[in-house]
């Protein structure tokens, strides 16, 4: 997998926008960067996943700079719920596809503290 | 639909003994996932599957064994339990590889 580098921790005031920020500096061009979330002693849950365009979905947007050396996840209003650990992985491509088998590598995160 | 169920939620072993991990999934999902998670760490991957009666190593697969006979079942086992053994178990199925639903894990001590 190509390394990815996250800050362990940041915070974050309830109703503002969190950016959390991701190094894949090795990163192929036909692999893609996943982000996941992980609520204390739960399983992760999938949040969402590009491979070189800006993404949004119904959680969370990434973006991507043009030289995919690193990405940025965005949760436009933080609440409480969103205090997790937050994981950048991007998962070594197996063909020319793109495809991983879904064999991700969780890293240590990064540990968002969404604050009142 | 129940998602990815996983038993038993806890465990004690003793040192030596074995078990099987249990994990069903009801998404009709081809691929699964076994991880598991030491205190303060990431997830490693120690084995997935691709398909029923297709199984591969993951990162840690040393001390453990799967078998994939059904699409919706995917037991781990364990032999001789160590303490190094010690973690919390995660079970994940996905339709594409990219989307993984995860069980809510298994806690298992072993003394």
């Known amino acids: 997998d190509a390394k990815t580098t996250q800050p362990p921790s940041m915070d974050c005031a309830e109703g503002r926008a969190a950016n959390l920020p991701c190094n894949h500096s090795?990163?192929?061009?036909?692999?893609?960067v996943y982000w996941y979330r992980q609520i204390h002693s739960q399983g992760p849950q999938y949040i969402i996943h590009g491979l070189k365009n800006n993404e949004t979905n119904e959680m969370a947007s990434l973006i991507i700079t043009e030289d995919k050396k690193s990405s940025t996840l965005i949760l436009p209003h933080a609440t409480l719920r969103d205090t997790a650990v937050y994981y950048c992985?991007?998962?070594?491509?197996?063909?020319?596809?793109?495809?991983?088998?879904?064999?991700?590598?969780f890293g240590q995160g990064t540990i968002l503290t969404v604050h009142p | 639909n129940a998602g990815v169920t996983q038993t038993p939620k806890f465990r004690i072993l003793k040192i030596g003994q074995s078990m099987t991990l249990q994990c069903t999934q009801d998404m009709n999902h081809n691929y699964m996932y076994w991880y598991r998670q030491d205190p303060g760490m990431g997830l490693k991957l120690i084995y997935y599957?691709?398909?029923?009666?297709?199984?591969d190593k993951g990162e840690v697969p040393n001390g453990y064994n799967v078998s994939r006979s059904t699409t919706e079942d995917f037991p781990l086992r364990l032999e001789l339990a160590a303490p190094s053994q010690t973690s919390v178990y995660f079970c994940?199925?996905?339709?594409?590889?990219?989307?993984?639903?995860f069980g809510p894990g298994t806690r298992l001590t072993v003394t």
């Open positions: 994940a199925s996905s339709y594409s590889g990219i989307e993984q639903y």
């Open positions: 992985i991007a998962p070594t491509s197996l063909n020319a596809g793109g495809t991983s088998y879904g064999k991700l590598t």
């Open positions: 599957s691709v398909g029923a009666g297709i199984t």
């Open positions: 090795t990163i192929s061009g036909n692999e893609y």
